[in-house]
């Protein structure tokens, strides 16, 4: 149980000591989650990057080889539950759950009283066995969504990426630009982010999914500033793709950064800078062959 925003390593620990007591105990294993995420709830007026979004957190869930997800609605409600009431009705009478497993800050219910120590005391009048993961560290340091996000709002994508366990990615449908890459030698596809995304404005080598198929690019994340500077954009170059991508729904896996955003005197220097971006992208790229998250079907 979690709230498993970004699904990295530490939730990974949580996931595999259920998947654990789940073969000890021959059955099968869910992630109990909820949305919207309860930061958003309680704190709506506040921006909120999120790591994933619903469909994309439940499709890295899917990927760990976990049984299923329960997906519970964070409401008003949900909120003013106890923890004990959630533990007996939900937990306890609704899934008919026989263990659990949670990370060592997990908190839920009314005044986030539910806890590891709660579970742990409750454990033996339940008839239940709980598991409680302690912190994951990557050079002495904690994993946390907290410090994914601040790796990515540096452009840390090394970093973000071994908290995580894989590259972090967004899902998105390409639509219209304004068509400037096509004139300069780089079409481009479009995808606009979350207004919340904490990403780092500049140049990223990706790798992009399209299904079952992969195919390597460059990518500039920002506001345009030798054209526009206007609302922030992902634009995807693909290396050695031909197609029609509008309408389409990409996943887009962030493998390296390359600089930051700039903005150019003239149109030349920017074609100049754009061929050496992605001289660099094909290189960290071939540095990091199959890097992709590992996403799984839902439905």
């Not at 709980?130 to 050079?139: L, T």
């Not at 400037?180 to 990706?206: E, F, M, Q, S």
């Not at 754009?274 to 094909?282: H, L, N, V």
Request: aromatic share 8%; net charge neutral.
């Amino acid at each position: 149980m979690g709230n498993f925003d970004g699904v990295h390593l530490g939730h990974r620990a949580v996931i595999a000591a259920a998947l654990n007591m789940a073969r000890r105990l021959n059955r099968p294993a869910l992630a109990v989650t909820f949305e919207p995420h309860p930061r958003l709830f309680f704190s709506p007026h506040t921006p909120q990057f999120r790591l994933t979004d619903e469909t994309s957190k439940l499709r890295l869930l899917a990927g760990t080889g976990l049984n299923g997800a329960v997906v519970m609605t964070f409401d008003a409600g949900r909120a003013g539950t106890s923890a004990q009431d959630f533990i007996q009705h939900e937990l306890i009478g609704r899934l008919g759950i026989s263990g659990i497993a949670i990370g060592y800050d997990f908190h839920f219910g009314k005044g986030r009283v539910g806890s590891p120590s709660l579970l742990q005391s409750e454990a033996p009048r339940l008839g239940i066995e709980v598991a409680v993961q302690p912190h994951v560290d990557i050079d002495e340091r904690p994993v946390s969504s907290t410090a994914i996000r601040m790796a990515l709002a540096e452009g840390q994508i090394a970093e973000a990426t071994a908290m995580l366990g894989g590259p972090w990615f967004i899902s998105g449908d390409v639509i219209h630009g304004e068509k400037r890459g096509r004139d300069l030698g780089y079409p481009t596809a479009n995808i606009r982010l979350d207004p919340h995304c904490g990403l780092r404005h500049g140049i990223y080598a990706v790798r992009v999914g399209m299904g079952d198929s992969r195919v390597d690019g460059v990518a500039s994340f920002g506001r345009r500033p030798t054209f526009d500077n206007g609302a922030p954009l992902l634009e995807i170059f693909l290396f050695d793709f031909k197609g029609d991508l509008y309408g389409k729904t990409l996943d887009v896996a962030f493998i390296a950064y390359i600089r930051d955003e700039l903005k150019f005197d003239n149109i030349d220097a920017l074609v100049r800078q754009m061929d050496d971006d992605s001289t660099k992208a094909r290189a960290a790229l071939v540095a990091a062959p199959g890097a992709f998250p590992r996403l799984g079907a839902i439905g």
